[in-house]
């Protein structure tokens, strides 16, 4: 999906919440409202939820996330607390860090040319 995975802040509106999250196109809101009255808003760009869940998924952590979901007593408060059910998700949070481990394992090169790309 190209051009899914960066938006930049200069397109994004409130109507794109569901996509980028809410701070990002407050921003993008910002700069479109804004900068017309000249309030300068450092320009940007937002990746995107499509981006995050295709991280997850080809880093093989959906699933591992979701093996862990599917244990939980979700009835038990300490569960949702470190130290409790929290404690099993701490290594995905960990091993999937860019600084963990190289992106190239998690993203394709495809994918990784094209935020390169965008970003240019």
């Known amino acids: 999906m190209a051009g899914e995975y960066i938006r930049w802040f200069e397109e994004l509106r409130m109507t794109d919440?569901?996509?980028v999250g809410g701070k990002n196109a407050s921003l993008?809101?910002?700069i479109s409202?804004?900068?017309?009255?000249?309030?300068r808003v450092p320009g940007g760009f937002a990746t995107t939820a499509l981006?995050?869940?295709?991280?997850?998924?080809?880093?093989?952590?959906e699933d591992r996330i979701q093996a862990s979901l599917n244990t939980l007593n979700v009835e038990d408060v300490n569960?949702?607390?470190?130290?409790?059910?929290g404690d099993d998700m701490v290594p995905f949070i960990r091993y999937s860090s860019v600084s963990g481990i190289?992106?190239?394992t998690l993203l394709s090169k495809e994918?990784?040319?094209?935020?390169?790309?965008?970003?240019?």
Do not use: N, Y
């Open 17 to 19: 919440v569901d996509s």
């Open 28 to 30: 993008g809101e910002m």
């Open 33 to 39: 409202q804004l900068s017309h009255a000249g309030v």
């Open 51 to 61: 981006a995050f869940r295709d991280f997850l998924k080809e880093g093989g952590l």
């Open 79 to 85: 569960a949702f607390v470190i130290g409790g059910h």
């Open 102 to 104: 190289p992106i190239t």
């Open 111 to 120: 994918k990784i040319d094209e935020i390169v790309q965008r970003t240019r």
